[in-house]
């Protein structure tokens, strides 16, 4: 399976594992950065890595499995896959980890965006309110 998506999606996995753990810059450059400093504060890759410490043999041999079908999959393609050249990077060999790192991005894409709209519809609210407190006090004046 990890053979398959690789050749697949390898690029779009890289950028998905990147993404939870901060590590965007490492393929965009500085233009990456503000992104990488607000992931970084959840600690996604270090969750990651106690995950896949604490698994048991069976569920932690299935994700080695399939990381090695990744890096085989990726090995297999003859050429880095074309984001690579255009970006001028190499692609990064999968780990176990990075498989925990998805759902990870996964919820930061579900998620963390919806955080920074309702913090900012808080701040609209409380805006709002703040100036009907004071439209309501000067009508009865």
Do not use: C, K, T
């Not at 053979?3 to 753990?21: G, V």
């Not at 990488?36 to 270090?46: I, N, P, S, T, Y």
């Not at 569920?59 to 255009?86: D, Q």
């Amino acid at each position: 399976l990890g053979l398959a998506h690789a050749q697949d999606r390898y690029f779009q996995m890289d950028l998905s594992r990147r993404l939870a753990a901060g590590e965007i810059a490492e393929l965009f450059g500085p233009v990456a950065l503000p992104h990488d400093r607000r992931a970084r504060v959840f600690g996604f890759r270090r969750v990651a890595r106690e995950v896949v410490a604490s698994l048991g043999d069976a569920e932690r041999a299935v994700l080695e499995a399939y990381s090695r079908g990744v890096n085989a999959g990726l090995a297999g393609l003859g050429s880095r896959p074309w984001e690579y050249w255009a970006l001028r990077v190499r692609p990064a060999a999968w780990l176990p980890e990075d498989s925990i790192l998805v759902a990870h991005a996964m919820w930061w894409q579900l998620q963390y965006g919806g955080f920074e709209i309702e913090a900012a519809q808080r701040a609209i609210e409380a805006q709002l309110s703040a100036l009907a407190a004071g439209a309501s006090g000067s009508d009865v004046d």
